[in-house]
């Protein structure tokens, strides 16, 4: 009888990494969705909203225009001409006829 072994592949922590911030960013979303969906689903007019929407919508709108002007400032300082003039010498005047 031929012996068979086992062999077990090891599992190290950065093998447990990728996964285990996929559950927490997945756990995250589907905490949002379904605060959402209850606020939104059978809207009683006498009840409140988990989250006051209103807010979080002109936070979040707020935060990406803020982005959009810090990226926008972060360009035009990498872009700006540093001072050396870079331009083309002018051409040669051209050659005339002489009698």
Known sequence: MAA???????????DCEEPYISGVLTGILLTVLVVFIIDHIGDDPASRDIVNWGFVGEQVGATVEQAGE???????EATKPDGTDTTAPPPPPAPTDAP
């Open 4 to 14: 068979i072994t086992a062999t077990r592949s090891r599992v190290t922590p950065a």
């Open 70 to 76: 810090e990226i926008r400032q972060e360009v035009h």
